[in-house]
C-alpha cells in the first residue's frame, strides 16, 4: 500500500517561512518525479513545483519561483517544499504526489492520473 504523508503546514505572517514536507512509503521513491500542489479558498487546484527522480531537475510555477524550493532526499524516501516570502495569497491546502514518470514533463498529468496523493497540509498566512 502507498502511503505519502505531508506535514510542516500552519500559520505564519506575511513574509515569513514554513519548510514542508512529504514522506512516502510502499513504492520505489527515487524511481518517480515528484511534486507539490495546493487548492487554495475559491480556487482550482495548482501544481506548484516538480522535480525529478534525482533532484536536479526542477520546475515552479510562476507564482512561486524565487520564494519556494523543492528538494528531495531519496535516502529518506522524503520530498520538502522550502517556502520564503509567503504571502497570504499562499494560503491553501498543500498535496504531495508521486508522478507516473522519473522525471518533470511540463505537465501535470502524470500527477494527476497517479493516484498517489497525501491528504495534505493546511499553509494559513496572515496579512
Known amino acids: 500500500v502507498v502511503q505519502v504523508v505531508e506535514s510542516g503546514g500552519g500559520l505564519v505572517q506575511a513574509g515569513g517561512s514554513l519548510r514542508l514536507s512529504c514522506t512516502v512509503s510502499g513504492l520505489t521513491f527515487d524511481d518517480y518525479a515528484m511534486g507539490w500542489f495546493r487548492h487554495g479558498p475559491g480556487k482550482e487546484r495548482e501544481g506548484v513545483s516538480c522535480i525529478d527522480w534525482s533532484g536536479g531537475t526542477t520546475y515552479y510555477a510562476d507564482s512561486v519561483k524565487g520564494r519556494f524550493t523543492i528538494s528531495r532526499d531519496n535516502a529518506k524516501n522524503t520530498l520538502y517544499l522550502q517556502m520564503n516570502s509567503l504571502q497570504p495569497e499562499d494560503t491553501a491546502m498543500y498535496y504531495c504526489?508521486?508522478?507516473?514518470?522519473?522525471?518533470?514533463?511540463?505537465?501535470?498529468?502524470?500527477?494527476?492520473?497517479?493516484?498517489?496523493w497525501g491528504q495534505g497540509t493546511q499553509v494559513t498566512v496572515s496579512s
Open positions: 504526489a508521486a508522478g507516473m514518470f522519473g522525471y518533470c514533463t511540463g505537465s501535470w498529468s502524470q500527477f494527476w492520473d497517479s493516484g498517489y
